[in-house]
């Protein structure tokens, strides 16, 4: 079956443009991540969705960071204005639910490597 | 504070060499998830394992084996005869059950070259 998709796979932005980055989740999962993976570093958490409510955005490191799900299933990582330290690959997952004891394993597309000149 | 600690940055072994990835962690929560994940260079995370803290035993999958042990909060990784395509990043992550949102807090990942 299809895994979490992710577009564009590459960007390069110039310094203070506005960039939207992509995520197609699995098929029915209700959680969504998104990570940001510096060079050389683990990935570290932005914001988590639950269907289309955003239950955690602690992650993010500015308010030039918003993201979105609508519908609850893509869902959109906007960086506005952005700065040469926004470079990094950033990491999409979906985890099919959570509940009570249960854990779902998030399951991560190949990511989005930006570049900000 | 780092949740997550993997002090070896980089290691490199000669293939079918046993090779140990270490992780210690830390958490306040009584209800805890730990992951390993491999990164090999198309980037893409890999899901290894998920252990929960009240499951102590120690695990063997194919020339993989973990060992967690909560007196001493690590969660070892040991890959038997290794082999080039075990060449790779590899992360040990926590998820603390209390948050709810069960984000992942990565170490800084430890780098296997498996030299043939």
């Known amino acids: 079956g299809a895994g979490v998709s992710q577009s564009p796979r590459y960007k390069v932005a110039k310094r203070g443009q506005d960039v939207a980055l992509r995520c197609d989740p699995i098929?029915?999962?209700?959680?969504l991540f998104w990570y940001q993976q510096a060079l050389g570093q683990g990935p570290e958490f932005l914001t988590y969705?639950?269907?289309?409510?955003?239950?955690?955005k602690s992650g993010l490191p500015s308010d030039r960071f918003f993201a979105e799900r609508p519908e609850g299933s893509v869902s959109t990582l906007k960086i506005q204005r952005t700065q040469q330290e926004d470079s990094a690959v950033y990491l999409c997952?979906?985890?099919?639910?959570?509940?009570?004891?249960?854990?779902?394993?998030?399951?991560f597309g190949p990511g989005t490597r930006l570049t900000v000149l | 504070a780092q949740k997550v600690t993997q002090a070896q940055t980089e290691i490199s072994v000669v293939e079918k060499e046993d090779v140990t990835l270490d992780c210690v962690y830390e958490t306040r929560d009584t209800t805890y998830y730990l992951f390993w994940y491999k990164q090999p260079p198309s980037g893409e995370l890999v899901f290894l394992i998920r252990r929960n803290s009240f499951d102590e035993q120690n695990e063997i999958s194919g020339r993989y084996s973990w060992n967690f042990q909560k007196s001493t909060s690590s969660f070892n990784f040991t890959i038997t005869a290794s082999q080039v395509v075990d060449s790779a990043v590899y992360f040990c992550a926590l998820s603390e059950a209390q948050t709810g949102a069960n984000n992942l807090f990565f170490g800084t990942g430890t780098r296997l070259t498996v030299i043939p």
């Open positions: 997952a979906s985890s099919l639910v959570y509940s009570g004891e249960s854990y779902n394993e998030q399951f």
């Open positions: 098929s029915g999962h209700v959680s």
């Open positions: 969705f639950q269907n289309e409510a955003q239950l955690d």
